[in-house]
Each structure stands twice: as structure tokens, then as C-alpha cells.
């Protein structure tokens, strides 16, 4: 296992557009998080899966993005008509827990420029 | 609501300094506490990990301790080189299993 993936690695688009971005976890880690980063910032939570559960969702996370964690396995982050203000590194961590987490492992980011 | 702070904001030291980089969290109800280090532009590498039960942790010229009474963690980096210079965040994991994060330190190792 090489650790957590994301694709694509930069994506710009037009205002207005959908993308979808994924992340590919450590395998036997059960969560998942979803985080975005801004310049000069540390990352912000967005969302979180246990499994496939979605167990909780950050007011961030306007009704224009939503994101699924089909079979526990990868996850897909999806914008909905995209905006200049949603231009951001997006971050996938993936960590295993049991009541005691253990180390969360982030991925590269999807770094989204939306012009 | 958790916060997490993290003081300086920014750190320039010549090589071969020993340094301190704080964390401080409001709320002492965390499960770990973990270090990272993000170079420019990229995702972030994970340093140490603190779970709530512990004092510190060490791996190689760096530890990380942790206070969780004052809620206070502090990396120390010893005999700093050029290729330390990054950004080091701290986060925790709060009671609802989400890491609250600080907006990190910038440091630069002037060689």
C-alpha cells in the first residue's frame, strides 16, 4: 500500500461547472475525512466516514457539495456548480479507529482553481 | 468549540539552532494530538502523534510533548537544517472524532 491518493492532483475549471474529486485510503483504515485548505490556513473539516457511514458534515459543506464512501472503500468529493470562492486545496486523510485513533494519513490534495 | 492556536505565526533561525514550535488547545477533551509538516503547495506528512494518555513522543531530532491539563504541546526540532524549513501544523482529535487544527507555524532554516 503506498499510502493515501488523490485524483486529480490540480483541476481548474470554469464557474458554474461540477467536478468531482477522489480519494483512494489506506485499506484497512475504516475513517475517512474530507478537509479544504486555503492559503496561509490550516485545513478546515468538511466531512467524515466511518465505514460508509457519512457521521458527520461541516456547516461548510453547503448543499452544493456532497460526498459518498460507497462499500467503506474510496470516497468521492463532488461540487456542484462551482464558485470562485470554492478554489482551495482539497485534503483525504484516512486513519484506522477503534475507540483509540490511531495516525491520520493525508493524501496529496486535489488543489481545485475555479476561474 | 474547540480552538487550537499555534504561536509564532512564523520562525527564521540559522542552522544548527535548537527550536521550540507551541500548540495550545482550549479544551482538554481530546483523544491525540498529532504533528504535521507541510512543504509549499502539498498535502501533509505526518511527524508524531500524542495519544491523550501520553507525555511525549521522539522520532529522530524531533519531540513533541504534550500537556493536556494546561492544554499545551510543544515540537522541539534539534540541530535544525535547511531541509526542516515548512510549515508545521498541530491538530486534535476532539471527542467527536474530528481534527481541529491550528494555522501552523512557517519556519525557514537560514543555512
Known amino acids: 500500500d503506498t499510502g493515501v491518493s488523490q485524483n486529480p492532483r490540480h483541476k481548474i475549471t470554469k464557474r458554474g461547472q461540477n467536478v468531482t474529486f477522489r480519494c483512494d485510503p489506506i485499506s484497512e483504515h475504516n475513517r475517512l475525512y474530507w478537509y479544504r485548505q486555503t492559503l496561509g490556513q490550516g485545513p478546515e473539516f468538511l466531512t467524515y466516514f466511518q465505514n460508509e457511514a457519512q457521521l458527520e458534515k461541516s456547516r461548510l459543506l453547503s448543499d452544493r457539495f456532497s460526498a459518498e464512501r460507497p462499500k467503506g472503500s474510496f470516497s468521492t468529493l463532488e461540487i456542484q456548480r462551482t464558485e470562485q470562492g470554492d478554489s482551495a486545496m482539497y485534503l483525504c486523510a484516512s486513519s484506522w479507529g477503534t475507540g483509540m485513533d490511531r495516525e491520520a494519513f493525508f493524501g496529496q490534495g486535489t488543489r481545485l482553481t475555479v476561474v | 468549540k474547540q480552538e487550537v492556536t499555534q504561536i509564532p505565526a512564523a520562525l527564521s533561525v540559522p542552522e544548527g539552532e535548537n527550536l521550540v514550535l507551541n500548540c495550545s488547545f482550549t479544551d482538554s477533551a481530546i483523544y491525540n494530538l498529532q504533528w504535521f509538516r507541510q512543504d509549499p503547495g502539498k498535502g501533509l506528512t505526518s511527524l508524531l502523534l500524542i495519544q491523550s494518555s501520553q507525555r511525549e513522543q521522539t522520532s529522530g531530532r524531533l519531540n513533541a510533548s504534550l500537556d493536556k491539563s494546561s492544554g499545551r504541546s510543544t515540537l522541539y526540532i534539534a540541530a535544525s537544517q535547511p531541509g526542516d524549513s515548512a510549515t508545521y501544523l498541530c491538530?486534535?482529535?476532539?471527542?467527536?472524532?474530528?481534527?481541529?487544527w491550528g494555522a501552523g507555524t512557517k519556519l525557514i532554516i537560514k543555512p
Open positions: 491538530a486534535v482529535l476532539d471527542s467527536n472524532y474530528q481534527l481541529i
